[in-house]
């Protein structure tokens, strides 16, 4: 994922980008950059549940850190996951409790500017996450 901005770079570009379109458009170029999804990895199993749009994840752990590859059929969810992806990939599983999603959810505003649906999609990303071993 070497195309993948940080969380940091991502709270600094939301923070000056004013208007919410120009956030949903940031959003959808996030999405855009997240790497290929295997074609044999969509399956049942790995869908996200209590997500509107399909979201497929696959996570997995290599001496306790967290890796993480997702996609949807749906591209602001799509820049969801590269959110979901800079804050948690790579991290240690004993790091992952700690952070404090909700606080860089509204953060980035986005508990304001997200549907019900879209919200409780990603949080149920992040759940699959936290499940994680």
Not at 38 to 45: C, F, L, R, S
Not at 77 to 88: D, F, M, P, S
Request: with cysteine; glycine share 4%.
């Amino acid at each position: 994922m070497t195309n993948m901005p940080t969380l940091q770079t991502i709270t600094d570009t939301f923070s000056i980008l004013d208007d919410w379109e120009d956030r949903y458009a940031y959003l959808i170029d996030l999405g855009r950059n997240l790497p290929p999804f295997p074609v044999e990895q969509k399956t049942d199993g790995n869908i996200v549940q209590g997500c509107t749009s399909q979201v497929w994840m696959v996570s997995n752990t290599e001496n306790d850190t967290i890796n993480i590859i997702a996609t949807s059929d749906a591209h602001i969810v799509r820049g969801l996951i590269a959110l979901v992806i800079a804050i948690y990939n790579n991290k240690l599983l004993s790091d992952i409790k700690n952070i404090d999603i909700e606080d860089i959810f509204n953060d980035i505003g986005l508990s304001e500017h997200l549907s019900p649906n879209r919200r409780n999609g990603f949080f149920a990303m992040v759940e699959k996450i936290k499940h994680t071993k």
